[in-house]
């Protein structure tokens, strides 16, 4: 299980993801307290990371870090409005978190086949065993 200061830095790093286009829509809003309330963050910590910085931790096991990465791609799609910004952060992020370079491109490449682009979390987790092995 995750502690608050790593449910904080989740939030934080799909906040600052979301922002990444200067706007933050309510759907997006939204869908992080949704993260937040699964992660058990009250309301008031949750707004609290709109104003304040929390240290990144990069999450410990290899599933905790797919299930990130999953987040930050259901976030990214949302609003239906890819930009290549969000595309290259998100990028940028899985290979701070150590995933494969090569999964991460098939995983960005194959969304589009998919309704709402919403890749099926079996579907990930197979790319990236594939990766591995």
């Known amino acids: 299980m995750?502690?608050?200061?790593?449910?904080?830095?989740?939030?934080?790093?799909?906040?600052?993801?979301?922002?990444?286009?200067?706007?933050?829509?309510?759907?997006?809003?939204?869908?992080?307290?949704?993260?937040?309330?699964?992660?058990?963050i009250s309301k008031k910590e949750f707004d609290a990371l709109f104003e304040m910085e929390v240290e990144h931790i990069i999450p410990k096991s290899q599933a905790d870090r797919l299930v990130q990465f999953n987040r930050l791609i259901l976030l990214m799609n949302i609003d239906n409005e890819n930009n290549l910004k969000e595309i290259e952060r998100l990028h940028d992020i899985g290979l701070r978190m150590g995933l494969p370079p090569s999964a991460i491109e098939q995983v960005l490449s194959i969304m589009h086949e998919y309704p709402n682009k919403i890749v099926p979390p079996e579907i990930i987790i197979n790319i990236f065993k594939a990766h591995y092995n």
């Open 2 to 40: 995750n502690t608050l200061k790593e449910k904080l830095s989740i939030l934080s790093e799909m906040i600052a993801f979301a922002r990444i286009d200067n706007t933050l829509k309510q759907s997006e809003y939204d869908f992080l307290f949704n993260v937040a309330q699964n992660l058990d």
